[in-house]
């Protein structure tokens, strides 16, 4: 199979062939159809997570078909159309999966950073942490679903039912969570790069009431912030948009250190929370939810070797929603 391999040299990905590895007795072989791509995946050739499974096959917004399970898989069977997420794997036994907290789980496996992912025609995923697909979803729009959609979702429960929202940073998780939230009733302001009129733009035809820059102070006080880019000088820009116990999510895996700010914008009650990874309770809600909205992507399709073209739009900004890779 042809596979975009990161070897840790430089911060390019090769295309490579090689073997079409076999599943173990819980896993299932996938044939990709689709890999979103998502900023994660910038950070981890960017050097900013640390300790990533070399050499790496990058990629955990996937969906493909099942073509060969293990001898122990339940639950799907080759021809089934399943999306793989960004945690691939947990223990099980510790106090953080048995409490719920699976997301937490000191030993958990991530796809695409510590499991090899879906820049590939072909992948390897544990069944159990596969999500059952309708095959009746396009794969290309489905595909951002699956890290997007779903940390976008955590982050938005995490911000509570405040009607009044804040999203800074508007590249895919954004434009996913504004629909959600719009459907929910809510008021959402969205906050972009200075002068980035065209994203601002977007979001409006979207459903928000106002966008700005992320400097601009919003029309009215917020109830929740969810801060998507990874840029640490925004958290006390959205705590100073909050009124009184409200809440500043930031929803990204890796962020620049956070200035130091008064603590009078922080008094009132006002809080930070991180969002880390998902669990498999998060995908069944939000994969369930999104069809009913619904939540239409906007996505923008390479093939398999432009992936290093791929991520040098998203790293300049150049993307109106997500870009998807299609073996």
Not at 157 to 186: D, N, P, S, T
Not at 227 to 252: D, E, T
Not at 280 to 301: K, S
């Amino acid at each position: 199979m042809k596979a975009m391999v990161f070897t840790g040299l430089g911060r390019s990905l090769e295309c490579r062939d090689i073997l079409v590895p076999s599943p173990s007795r819980e896993q299932v072989l996938v044939k990709v159809m689709a890999c979103a791509v998502c900023r994660t995946d910038l950070h981890v050739v960017d050097g900013e997570l640390p300790k990533p499974k070399l050499p790496l096959i990058l990629g955990h917004e996937i969906v493909g078909e099942v073509v060969i399970v293990g001898a122990e898989v339940t639950g799907l069977r080759a021809g089934d159309r399943v999306g793989i997420p960004w945690l691939g794997w947990t223990c099980g036994t510790c106090e953080y999966c048995l409490s719920g907290r699976e997301n937490l789980c000191d030993a958990a496996k991530f796809t695409g950073y510590t499991l090899n992912g879906g820049y590939a025609e072909y992948t390897v995923a544990d069944s159990r942490f596969c999500f059952p697909l309708s095959r009746d979803m396009d794969p290309v729009s489905a595909s951002p679903w699956l890290c997007a959609g779903l940390i976008g979702y955590r982050s938005l429960v995490k911000a509570g039912e405040g009607r009044r929202l804040g999203l800074y940073g508007f590249g895919a998780a954004a434009h996913i969570i504004l629909q959600v939230a719009r459907h929910q009733g809510r008021e959402v302001c969205a906050f972009t790069r200075a002068g980035d009129t065209a994203a601002q733009e977007f979001a409006r035809e979207l459903g928000a009431v106002w966008a700005g820059g992320s400097n601009d102070s919003p029309p009215f006080e917020l109830d929740a912030a969810i801060i998507f880019a990874p840029v640490g000088a925004l958290v006390p820009l959205a705590l100073r948009s909050l009124r009184k116990g409200g809440v500043v999510v930031c929803g990204g895996i890796h962020m620049s250190d956070i200035p130091a700010f008064p603590y009078a914008d922080l008094w009132g009650e006002r809080s930070i929370v991180s969002v880390a990874n998902l669990t498999r309770r998060d995908g069944l809600e939000f994969l369930a939810m999104a069809p009913a909205v619904p939540v239409r992507t906007e996505t923008h399709a390479f093939p398999l070797e432009a992936a290093n073209e791929a991520l040098a739009n998203l790293r300049e900004g150049r993307l109106r929603g997500a870009a998807v890779l299609v073996p």
